[in-house]
């Protein structure tokens, strides 16, 4: 008590002073303690991080071990005071919601100093998309295309994250999800396998750095292992239900990339997969994980999962759900109490093998040691960089310029002109709303810092242009149109009206899901009152998934599509608005025209009877003589076609892209060569903008059948009004693998036809062959 109130009173400046003497105390912690007990040979012997894990896990008692594999949650009140005992004991390998970081080193002091063993503490956080600088929610971040904007976002966030002691994010989320329903697809990175992968990848660069031990890198994990993101109709922890198949070429590409990435943990998942809850599914982390990817990081359940496995109907109660749970992979409960009242029981009765505590538990002392948490437990914020820095503040900007997709722009309605628009209205419940920009997933985000599209707009053009704001609705639920007559004013009297539409951040993430996926509220109705003035309109609409905007799409001229931004949405909205920048974001997901075509995305099969314009008769068109006779019989809805509103792919720019002549190295290559494709893209518009060019591949035949197209590379390039470049894509056919019938990868002799463009919608096609044994 008297350390804790020592910490807690004497803020920087005493850390300064006790910091290093505290490192000193921890270093000499690991180097004396071994001469002062009976366990002393092996720690002192122990160089390489696994003879360490050995050595000190060779010391540990029962207890100790299942006490690694137990976190707690720290956030109510003051931790060392109800955490203390279990902490001295032994009892606790991790906390989660603490990121107070006096607090935090209070709670390292004591696992350090006044343990037997003095091992570090994980400490863990939902740092999801941004600390106190919020970037654009995920799936933003996910239509920037961009690994490198995606990284420098991850790297901003764990600098401010260590700041408060955090050493571990539950990030990055990276669950593929092709239902915009789910409330949680604000988290992910969008429809496709191949992106995802990438940008998981890059995510965990930026939070892991190349030295996890640095100081200002946190562990990062890959979650939720597996399936989450296909629940059933987007209900959020609802069952899925996924074919082997489908998991392995769909849903586990991204886990794969994130573990080749060196990811450190892994979440599992809340859902049920194909009637084994996935926290205590033994294919997904037994066999996949540890058997064919040779993960040697650690599993954490998720959120009282372990306990949960009751509830799903799997076991009868929380000792069986801890058998079930330890025996099946999952090395730390989160925020449960199942393995700390029944593992050691387990043992003991010899039910669980003591292989799989020590396997448990040295999965997880190789993260701490890989973190440098024994060399380093303290924090000490001043070794970091001061939070929102202009190059946090940057990051978010850029990251939020490059994810916002401009959907349609009729006519060249953006940029708006600031020297020649006398004056623009700005209507809606999202121009000003500094927290409802940050989106879902933000615990440490601070609205403060958040810049609105209207004071932006204000900053930029505000001494050109007359700029009026009306709010209009209170939320973007809201069904009160009174505000409505104020908005069509100043919108009859400025030379542009632009809408700030979509969703408050509380109607996306966890639990919040939506059946409805329409603009809430009277919002539809508000953008038609708009729209009788005759103005030119522009949407900018803010929201956590991809809606059916089929109502409103019509009723204006352009639209961009901004996700939640962050932080620094409103000066990014700003610019592209005002043709600072131009547009260069793509969808990450499908847009489908009504809800009912969900799961609607653009790796779908091609089905024994694929629709095509001829054979489409929408419910309108039916001929009444013969009605069997006019529709096509093939795989579409009479009353929404087999189109989506926006194609994966997809997004806009103020310059002119075009793709031309698409070309391959080679007509015919074999298996294990490199096939490089390659086609023209000029602008032929007026001003310079970034494209990204997308490959696609189609196999034609394969022993399981192939998507219609599938994502194989992209390329973010900058070309100059006027200008040719190539755009060249290199293959090789192990990027052409698959899981076939056999669950086993393989890439397959054959016929694969191959486009280049810039969506997923593009008709620029060339093919090759592969040809082998
Ligand atoms: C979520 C996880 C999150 C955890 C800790 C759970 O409800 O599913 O994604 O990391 O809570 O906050």
């Keep these: 008590m008297i350390t804790t109130k020592f910490f807690m009173t004497f803020r920087s400046s005493a850390r300064r002073i006790l910091l290093p003497l505290a490192r000193t105390a921890c270093i000499g912690l690991v180097l004396i303690l071994p001469m002062t007990s009976s366990i002393a040979a092996p720690l002192k012997e122990a160089t390489t991080t696994e003879q360490r894990v050995q050595a000190l896990l060779s010391r540990m008692t029962l207890a100790e071990k299942v006490g690694q594999m137990s976190q707690r949650n720290a956030s109510d009140g003051y931790a060392p005071d109800y955490l203390g005992d279990g902490l001295r004991e032994g009892r606790i390998g991790s906390v989660l919601n603490v990121v107070d970081v006096d607090v935090v080193n209070e709670l390292q002091r004591i696992a350090v100093e006044e343990s037997r063993l003095g091992i570090p503490l994980m400490v863990g956080r939902d740092v999801i998309h941004g600390f106190k600088t919020v970037m654009p929610i995920p799936i933003g971040q996910a239509a920037t295309w961009n690994p490198a904007v995606v990284e420098a976002g991850a790297r901003a966030a764990a600098l401010e994250a260590a700041t408060t002691g955090v050493n571990w994010t539950f990030a990055p989320m990276i669950d593929i999800s092709r239902d915009a329903r789910w409330g949680r697809i604000a988290e992910s990175l969008g429809e496709d396998p191949f992106l ?98 040779q993960f040697d990081g650690f599993v954490v ?144 985000g601070d609205p403060e810092l958040s810049i609105t599209p209207m004071h932006a707009i204000h900053s930029l053009v505000g001494r050109d242009v007359d700029v009026r704001y009306v709010r209009a609705m209170q939320n973007s639920r809201s069904r009160a149109s009174e505000a409505f007559d104020e908005a069509v004013e100043i919108a009859s009297d400025s030379d542009a009206a632009v809408l700030f539409l979509g969703e408050e951040s509380i109607l996306s993430g966890e639990a919040h899901s939506r059946a409805d996926i329409n603009l809430p509220g009277d919002q539809a109705e508000l953008v038609r009152r708009i729209r009788a003035t005759g103005k030119p309109v522009v949407a900018v609409i803010l929201a956590g998934r991809p809606l059916t905007l089929t109502n409103i799409v019509d009723e204006v001229d352009a639209i961009l599509f901004a996700w939640h931004p962050g932080t620094m949405g409103g000066p990014a909205i700003a610019d592209l608005l005002f043709g600072v920048e131009s547009p260069s974001g793509k969808l990450p997901a499908t847009f489908p025209r009504m809800v009912g075509q969900i799961p609607i995305y653009y790796n779908q099969k091609n089905t024994g009877k694929p629709p095509s314009p001829d054979t489409v008769v929408l419910i309108d068109d039916i001929d009444a003589r013969a009605p069997q006779l006019s529709t096509g019989m093939t795989a579409y809805h009479l009353d929404a076609g087999y189109t989506p509103l926006f194609a994966f792919g997809h997004g806009l720019s103020y310059a002119k892209f075009e793709y031309d002549d698409i070309r391959v190295s080679a007509g015919e290559i074999g298996l294990g060569d490199v096939v490089t494709i390659s086609a023209d893209l000029t602008n032929a518009g007026e001003v310079a903008a970034e494209e990204v060019a997308q490959l696609y591949i189609r196999d034609l035949v394969g022993n399981v059948t192939r998507p219609v197209r599938e994502l194989k590379g992209f390329q973010r390039i900058e070309v100059q009004p006027g200008e040719t470049v190539t755009v060249e894509f290199e293959l090789h056919t192990d990027d052409l693998a698959f899981y076939g019938r056999d669950m086993r990868l393989v890439t397959e002799a054959g016929d694969f036809h191959a486009w280049i463009g810039g969506s997923s919608e593009t008709g620029l096609r060339t093919e090759f062959r592969v040809v082998g044994n």
């Design 301 to 444: 359940s998720d959120w009282n999962s372990v306990h949960q496995l009751s509830i799903h109907g799997l076991t009868a109660n929380d000792r069986d759900a801890a058998f079930e749970a330890a025996t099946a992979g999952v090395d730390m409960e989160m925020a449960g109490d199942a393995y700390s009242s029944h593992l050691e029981e387990l043992v003991s009765e010899g039910k669980v093998d003591i292989d799989v505590i020590d396997t448990a538990v040295a999965n997880i002392l190789r993260a701490k040691f890989r973190l440098g948490l024994f060399e380093q437990p303290y924090t000490d914020p001043d070794d970091l960089p001061p939070i929102a820095n202009e190059e946090a503040m940057q990051a978010a900007k850029q990251a939020a310029l490059q994810s916002v997709v401009m959907l349609k722009n009729d006519n060249d309605t953006l940029p708006l002109n600031a020297d020649s628009l006398g004056s623009v209205a700005l209507i809606g419940p999202l121009a000003d709303a500094p927290y409802e920009q940050l989106g879902t997933w933000i615990f440490d």
């Design 196 to 293: 995802a992968s990438e940008l998981a990848a890059a995510m965990v660069r930026g939070f892991q750095g190349d030295d996890l031990s640095a100081t200002g890198t946190i562990a990062a994990c890959a979650k939720h292992f597996a399936g989450y993101g296909a629940a059933e109709s987007g209900r959020d922890y609802a069952t899925t239900n996924i074919p082997e198949n489908e998991l392995r070429n769909i849903y586990l590409p991204p886990f794969k990339a994130a573990v080749d990435a060196g990811v450190v943990t892994l979440m599992a998942s809340f859902s049920d997969l194909d009637g084994v809850p996935a926290t205590a599914n033994q294919f997904l982390m037994r066999q996949v994980l540890r058997d064919e990817w």
